[in-house]
């Protein structure tokens, strides 16, 4: 069974560009989670996808913006990237959408510095 | 909205020592609380869970227990090892905009010494 897999491991971007995060949810899930967890603190929920339609957001602006595909696997888009923006992005896969608590497993993460 | 609070770190063991890390949540509804690990350079790895109130969860000698009177879980290990240093968060899930989200604490970094 393949785990949660991320790309790139890290990146450095200038203020002002974009970035995309990529994610490959565990096999048999078909739910993906980002989360923002900046140095020191605990990962804050940026939005779910589910059968490749947005699911849910967090208190995140429209900069932030995703897709999943048909295998599952996800994108994070973010635009006009702020120095704030620097952090470790998490990806989750679960097993099942809304109404249920599912376990979420974590990829490794995908370290963004914006200079 | 929801939130989880635990214990300020660092913490700082000697070997074999006793681990208590206090969590303690708000949360509308009844939610699952989870505590995570994240060891350096890594993702978060899922340590334990529980669902429901008076639950124990346990995995890896690392306890902890749903109490809903005083929502709190802490969690416990009786005898730590140096490979336990890591940071350890507690989480509980909810719901927001449609989507069951995990909602995290700040995280207590533990270093044990041998």
């Known amino acids: 069974e393949t785990g949660v897999t991320q790309s790139p491991t890290h990146l450095i971007k200038t203020r002002g560009q974009q970035v995309t995060l990529r994610c490959s949810s565990q096999s048999g899930h078909n739910t993906v989670s980002w989360y923002q967890q900046a140095l020191g603190q605990g990962p804050q929920f940026i939005f779910q996808?589910?059968?490749?339609?947005?699911?849910g957001r967090g208190n995140f602006p429209p900069r932030f913006s995703g897709l999943q595909f048909p295998n599952y696997s996800s994108e994070l888009n973010v635009n006009a990237l702020e120095l704030d923006d620097s952090a470790l992005y998490l990806c989750?896969?679960?097993?099942?959408?809304?109404?249920?608590?599912?376990?979420?497993?974590f990829g490794p993460g995908t370290r963004l510095t914006v200079t | 909205g929801d939130s989880v609070t635990q214990m300020e770190g660092p913490v700082t063991l000697s070997e074999e020592a006793f681990l208590t890390i206090n969590c303690t949540y708000t949360?509308?509804?009844?939610?699952?609380l989870f505590w995570y690990v994240q060891y350096p350079g890594e993702g978060l790895q899922l340590l334990l869970k529980a669902t429901k109130a008076d639950d124990k969860g346990s995995n890896k000698g690392f306890e902890a227990t749903y109490r809903k009177e005083t929502t709190s879980f802490h969690l416990e290990k009786g005898s730590v090892q140096v490979s336990d240093s890591a940071v350890y968060f507690c989480a509980l899930s909810g719901f927001e905009g449609g989507s069951e989200k995990l909602v995290f604490g700040k995280g207590t970094k533990l270093t044990v010494n041998p």
């Open positions: 949360a509308t509804g009844y939610p699952s």
């Open positions: 989750a896969s679960s097993g099942a959408g809304t109404g249920y608590t599912y376990e979420q497993y």
């Open positions: 996808y589910y059968r490749e339609e947005e699911n």
